[in-house]
């Protein structure tokens, strides 16, 4: 061995035995019992396990397992069973031990969790890729069997993420996309907020680097005139506080850069108009445990005389904590200086939830004083359920799922008085869901609060609803369109399926006599025949059509069938992804040559010419040069090319990884794009004439399209434009929002025609 390599060795040992030495510090200074021994023993196996395997960072890998292990242990809260598993976690997928030798060696307990992880695993950094979706499932289902295995993993993903520099652009997109679009979302329903909103920063860093850097160039720049604001404001509260005897701390929280960035997405506003930037957090020890509750009012009468607080913004997660555990009191008070200002308080065990989620609940449990514990198993409920229905469609799944992943929630009343928890935008149907599936499928109508509504009828907090039943009430197809649970939304489709699937069988039944009576034979080319003619996607979807009598079977198909083969058109039709509602612009696209060898490694140039052969630029977000966007390589072998926040896109992530491609805009000003873009503002005379006047002055840009409306001195519009890049539409959205009268101006997908 030279010396060079033997130097490399010893360097590598140092750093794992002090990053281990962390671990067990760390460890050591909780408040779990003290089961070193067994740390160590997992430590040194995996390190021997993984030995010579170097991370594409270059760093031993025992570095990863160490480091999940230390987020369980410090930022999660877990005890030495989670360590062990976290150190263990990458064994059995990356060596040759199997489960059956770490239950030798440690037990059948850190045998199942780390079977868990390896079956979840599906080397989502490998070529061995596969639809996340489906891993996804699987994770689920393991969290049944032990939520910590799904703490472990939600651990790996953000040491992934933290260490994800050194992967490849395309690999990068993938990971943060799916973080983005599972794992933060999945975090914050288990009530690691610290964690989510970390996963939430990376991802948004990794796929939008210029936005991010600017936004955090402006939290640096805004800081002092903040840390001021914050003093001052809290001074008095502090004074107060102080002479009532609490003991406490208060703390700035500062809102993360993403969710800045989606307020300014959503909102369409600049980072100069978001208020809520600063919020004050009041961390409490409460004399007495079971008199943390009242502390917090008490805390909040004598702020609230200190300053104003806002009528309409008061928050009691107190007394009805979040389903993910999270339990605070939320006020928003006047400061001096006219700004509102939210003041969160909360006592340090509910701060312990805030951060660490159900976890920091299991450390209270023998405390007494919590008897919200039901929440977590309840959740967990809802997925077994919606996880025994099954879904064919992967991507169905998903979108059902992350429904109640990011709900937040109202609470109901039952006509007994009983409290539930519902998400946001429930309607009628999908409370009688929540109670029973009986009661749900035979639904006709509800009373809230004691007035007649229908089914699809949005439930606000506090109402009280009484469901209204009929023996001889069915499933409706169209209730699909105002079940807004999870829950509801799954077991509509899953008896719907299962009507169909008569219905399916009883049509293939007529069509098969309907053969022999025309003397042909039940071949699958005869029936595509058939499905041509009728313009039917499938055979099942034929079949229903038969059944329901919606197609009389006649002469038309006797012809059919006896013509010769006809061009079998139809199968075009089965393209899951309807890109483009544009006619003309997908008949364009059909055109557009695959590209025979994509070597998804490295950056594909978006150059003008490559552009008009082979890429498709995706209708639903439109992107222009300039934006972030990534390739989608479809099934003909096509890139679609979208925006990386685009929902679409998100979704493909997590789905198809593997078809996603690192892209890079080349263009120059060779090509024109519509661009749309939406302005509203205060109608005075004259004003459309300066709307035209600066975009017909804007070189480089045709206008293609306008609409305006007045309504009550308020004006309203859409343009489209034709332009060479993001440049362009900077360009003219700053002159345009330079006119007095104009309140916003902001770039939109899609033009819309005002009705
Ligand atoms: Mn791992």
Redesign the pocket.
């Known amino acids: 061995m030279t010396n060079e390599k033997l130097r490399q060795e010893q360097i590598d040992e140092e750093m794992i035995n002090q990053g281990f030495q962390h671990l067990l510090d760390c460890y050591l200074a909780s408040k779990h019992r003290k089961k070193v021994e067994i740390i160590t023993k997992a430590f040194n196996f995996a390190k021997q396990a993984h030995k010579g395997v170097k991370r594409r960072s270059g760093e031993p890998y025992i570095m990863?397992p160490i480091a999940?292990a230390q987020i369980v242990c410090s930022e999660i809260g877990l005890g030495s069973t989670s360590i062990c598993s976290a150190l263990l976690?990458?064994v059995v997928e990356d060596t040759d031990y199997t489960v059956e030798d770490i239950e030798n060696l440690f037990g059948p307990k850190i045998a199942q969790i780390v079977d868990g992880l390896t079956k979840i695993s599906g080397g989502i950094f490998g070529d061995r890729a596969s639809a996340q979706a489906e891993n996804f499932k699987k994770l689920l289902l393991t969290m049944n069997d032990d939520i910590r295995v799904i703490l472990i993993k939600i651990a790996?993903r953000l040491h992934?993420m933290r260490t994800l520099g050194s992967m490849l652009p395309n690999k990068q997109y993938k990971i943060a996309g799916e973080t983005l679009y599972i794992y933060a979302p999945l975090a914050n329903r288990l009530g690691l907020n610290k964690i989510k909103t970390e996963l939430e920063d990376l991802s948004f860093k990794y796929e939008h680097p210029q936005e991010y850097a600017t936004i955090e160039a402006k939290l640096k720049e805004t800081k002092e005139e903040r840390e001021e604001l914050f003093n001052e404001f809290t001074l008095p509260i502090r004074t107060k506080l102080d002479k009532m005897g609490i003991k406490y701390r208060i703390m700035a929280r500062i809102k993360s850069p993403y969710s800045i960035w989606n307020k300014m997405q959503t909102k369409h506003i600049p980072f100069e108009e978001i208020y809520d930037i600063l919020a004050v957090r009041i961390i409490f020890d409460p004399k007495e445990l079971e008199e943390e509750r009242a502390e917090c009012f008490n805390i909040y009468v004598s702020i609230s005389k200190i300053y104003k607080p806002h009528p309409d913004r008061l928050r009691d997660w107190v007394n009805h904590p979040k389903s993910n555990g999270y339990q605070a009191l939320h006020v928003t008070l006047m400061s001096n200086k006219g700004q509102w200002i939210e003041v969160q308080i909360r006592s340090e065990r509910m701060n312990d939830i805030a951060e660490q989620g159900f976890a920091a609940h299991w450390k209270y449990k023998e405390g007494g004083g919590s008897e919200d514990e039901g929440e977590l198993e309840k959740w967990l409920r809802t997925i077994k359920e919606i996880l025994d229905d099954p879904q064919p469609d992967a991507m169905d799944f998903l979108d059902t799922i992350k429904l109640n992943l990011f709900a937040s929630e109202i609470f109901v009343f039952t006509p007994k008085g009983e409290i539930k928890t519902m998400p946001q935008n429930s309607t009628a149907l999908d409370f009688a869901f929540s109670i029973h599936t009986f009661l749900g499928s035979h639904c006709i109508g509800a009373k809230v609060n004691h007035k007649l509504v229908p089914l699809s009828h949005k439930l606000q907090s506090g109402d009280q609803v009484e469901i209204l039943t009929s023996k001889s009430q069915h499933v409706q197809p169209s209730w699909i369109n105002f079940a807004t649970t999870a829950k509801a939304k799954s077991k509509i489709s899953a008896i719907l399926k299962r009507e169909q699937r008569g219905m399916q069988q009883a049509g293939e039944e007529i069509l098969q006599n309907f053969f022999i009576k025309e003397g042909m034979e039940f071949t699958t080319e005869n029936i595509q025949k058939l499905c041509t003619l009728h313009q039917m996607n499938s055979p099942e979807e034929f079949y229903a059509a038969i059944a329901m009598k919606t197609i009389p079977l006649g002469e038309s198909d006797s012809n059919a069938l006896k013509e010769k083969a006809a061009s079998g058109g139809w199968k075009k039709l089965l393209n899951p992804f309807a890109f483009g509602s544009n006619k003309s612009n997908k008949d364009k696209d059909e055109e557009k040559k695959p590209i025979a060898k994509i070597d998804n490694k490295k950056i594909i140039k978006l150059t003008p010419e490559a552009i008009q052969k082979n890429f498709i630029i995706a209708d639903c977000c439109k992107p222009i040069p300039g934006d972030d966007v990534l390739g989608y390589i479809d099934e003909h072998n096509r890139v679609i090319i979208h925006k990386r926040q685009c929902p679409l896109a998100t979704k493909l992530k997590s789905s198809f990884g593997n078809r996603i491609l690192a892209v890079e805009w080349e263009t120059g000003k060779a090509l024109d794009f519509p661009v749309n873009i939406y302005i509203k503002g205060i109608d005075t005379i004259g004003l459309l004439n300066k709307v035209t006047q600066i975009i017909s002055e804007q070189m480089n840009v045709n206008i293609r399209k306008l609409f305006i409306e007045t309504n009550d001195g308020i004006f309203e519009g859409h343009i489209q434009l034709y332009v060479h890049d993001v440049d362009d539409v900077k360009s003219i959205t700053s002159k345009l929002r330079k006119i007095e009268e104009m309140k916003t101006v902001t770039r939109i997908e899609q033009f819309e025609d005002i009705p």
Do not use: F, K, L, T
């Open positions: 990863h999940v976690h990458d790996d992934n």
